[in-house]
């Protein structure tokens, strides 16, 4: 069965710093693995997501994540935070054969500081 | 598109009260799925339904029962509320198909308070 650990509950970053949530996931084929944002009071957000191919992939708001297999990691990661990024960030790994719900980490926390 | 919709947005409840929580998507999505939100617990599994006519137990089913009413609908009803079921619950969607039909697309939230 998958499963998702993220190490981290609660991190702060100032304004313009760069930022990098860590996710690990536990599966033992190849996994379909997804960020969500949820902003305070709200649902969830996809963010960005890896299906296969090319290993760092693009989502909303400026932010990147990279799959290593080898760390079985799949860390979010942004250049430069914005104080609207302020918000708790769930990783999530889906299974390759489908029909199965995905598995969510219990969420990391983002404050963001002037 | 209005995406996945959920009533009520916040409800309180007396204990041994049953409300019936509902949502609705118009993706024309087979697969849909109700978590629910702790503080510090993450997002935790009910039930899903991974196609009209099919539902199945998650994570922390006891205490809940759904109905897929069709395509569009998948409620989930609290028989005798508890204290305990006060949470954030979430109803999300997804469709078909590989990848992406894992992507699951979720609804704004309901608000439950159990006193």
């Known amino acids: 069965a998958q499963s998702v650990t993220q190490p981290d509950i609660h991190i702060t970053v100032s304004e313009g710093a760069s930022l990098e949530l860590r996710c690990n996931y536990s599966y033992g084929a190849t996994p379909y693995l997804f960020w969500y944002v949820q902003s305070p009071g709200q649902g969830l957000q996809l963010l960005l997501k890896y299906f296969s191919g090319d290993t760092l992939v693009q989502g909303i708001k400026g932010f990147e994540a990279e799959f290593k297999r080898s760390q079985s990691s799949f860390n979010l990661r942004k250049p430069s935070v914005h104080w609207s990024d302020a918000a708790e960030y769930f990783c999530?790994?889906?299974?390759?054969?489908?029909?199965?719900?995905?598995?969510f980490g219990k969420g990391t926390r983002l404050s963001v500081i002037a | 598109n209005a995406g996945v919709t959920q009533t009520p947005k916040f409800q309180v409840l007396k204990t041994g009260q049953s409300m019936t929580l509902q949502c609705a998507q118009d993706m024309n999505h087979n697969s849909m799925y109700w978590y629910r939100q702790d503080p510090g617990m993450g997002l935790r599994l009910i039930y899903y339904s991974a196609s009209e006519g099919t539902t199945d137990k998650g994570e922390v089913p006891n205490g809940y029962n759904v109905s897929r009413l069709n395509k569009r609908e998948f409620s989930l009803r609290l028989e005798s509320a508890a204290p305990s079921q006060t949470s954030v619950y979430f109803c999300a969607s997804s469709g078909s198909g590989r990848p992406d039909g894992e992507t699951q697309y979720f609804g704004p939230g309901t608000r439950l308070l159990v006193l």
């Open positions: 999530a790994v889906g299974a390759f054969s489908g029909n199965t719900p995905l598995v």
